[in-house]
Structure formats: C-alpha cells, structure tokens
T-cell receptor, first 109, second 114 residues
C-alpha cells in the first residue's frame, strides 16, 4: 500500500529552527508537496520538490531524497504565526496525491 | 478576488437528511476536486472533474453525488446523511491537468451530523 509518515506533533521555540520530516512509500513518484494548514483554515501551498536537493524560499526550505523516500521541511527564525499543521503529499505514478496526516507544530514564546 | 469559494462554511444537520455543498472557482482552472478531511486530519480525495467530466471517483458511498454544471462549478450532494459523514469538506482546483502545480483550496465546509 501507499504510505506517508510524519510526526504527529512537534514543539519549538520562537526564533529557533525546526525540521519536519516526511518519509513515503508510494507506487511511483512525480513530486512531493508541502502545505501549511492553520486551524480551521484551508491548506496553502508551501513547496514542491521533484528533484533531489534543497529548495529555499525565504524562511522555509524543503529537501528531497528520492532514493531514501525522504523529505523534510525546514523552518527558520520561527514566528508565532508559524503554529500550524504541515502536510506532506506525494504525487504517485498515476498523478494522484497521497497525503500524510500532517504534523502539528506548536511554537512557544 | 480570484479564489475558490464554497458554501456554506458550517452545516449542522440531522441523520437521514439530504444536503448540498456548493463550490465555485474563478481562476479559470479546468480540474476541480472534492476532498474530505476527517478528525485525524487525513485529506482523502473523493472526486475529481476535468472540464465537467468525472475523472476520479474514489471509493465513496453512492450517497455522495457530485455535479459539475460547468467547469467553474463543482457541487456535492449528500443523501441520507450519517454520523460518519461529519468532517470538513474541501473543494480544490488546479490549472488544466498539470498535476504538479499547487492545489487551490476553498475555505472548507464543516459538516456536523447529529
């Protein structure tokens, strides 16, 4: 079967750095997405990786290793507004999105 | 504003009732989706339409029937509501069938069945 694993919850301190990991086993791979979802709101797009390596976008970076079936989202200079769930999703060989359950990130002052 | 909009935002109803959720996007996208997000936060695809044609129909009870009158609208009708239907339902769209482009989500409809 297809599977996406992420930690359920993480806690970090304002101003710090946090890394949210995602491992996947899917039938084929056509890219990996990270979305941010604040409580009671819709998911919003953060990043898309299809090639190995690190993609940096401001305070957020996303890394992919296809051989390891692994990605991480790195958040720097954490702000209180970064408290949200972070969803990892993989596009499989049929171009269907397989979603993880999300990692709830709690930022403490 | 260009967006995906869905109504209503909240829907509270009793078991056995029939209800509809409406979705409209003015982004000019060709592909629209319905997703269900349960209490464990998993997003599960229910249906996908491309230019009014059904292209994905996951294992969903036939009490759920999507309708796409045109490519900008995708409505969801649910018959004989059950307690397990309580969830947040998200409409989403992407441009064409460019599946590696980001999904644009509506704000969700929180359905509570009592």
């Amino acid at each position: 079967g297809q599977n996406i694993d992420q930690p359920t919850e993480m806690t970090a301190t304002e101003g710090a750095i946090v890394q949210i990991n995602c491992t996947y086993q899917t039938s084929g791979f056509n890219g990996l997405f990270w979305y941010q979802q604040h409580a009671g709101e819709a998911p919003t797009f953060l990043s898309y990786n299809v090639l190995d390596g690190l993609e940096e976008k401001g305070r957020f970076s996303s890394f992919l290793s296809r051989s390891k079936g692994y990605s991480y989202l790195l958040l720097k200079e954490l702000q209180m507004k970064d408290s949200a769930s972070y969803l990892c999703a993989v596009l499989d060989s049929n171009y269907q999105l397989i979603w993880g359950a999300g990692t709830k990130l709690i930022i403490k002052p | 504003d260009t967006a995906v909009s869905q109504t209503p935002k909240y829907l509270v109803t009793q078991m056995g009732n029939d209800k509809s959720i409406k979705c409209e996007q003015n982004l000019g996208h060709d592909t629209m989706y319905w997703y269900k997000q349960d209490s464990k936060k998993f997003l599960k695809i229910m249906f996908s339409y491309n230019n009014k044609e059904l292209i994905i129909n996951e294992t969903v009870p036939n009490r759920f029937s999507p309708k796409s009158p045109d490519k900008a609208h995708l409505n969801l009708h649910i018959n004989s509501l059950e307690l397990g239907d309580s969830a947040v339902y998200f409409c989403a769209s992407i441009s064409g069938q460019d599946y590696n482009s980001p999904l644009h989500f509506g704000n969700g409809t929180r359905l509570t069945v009592t």
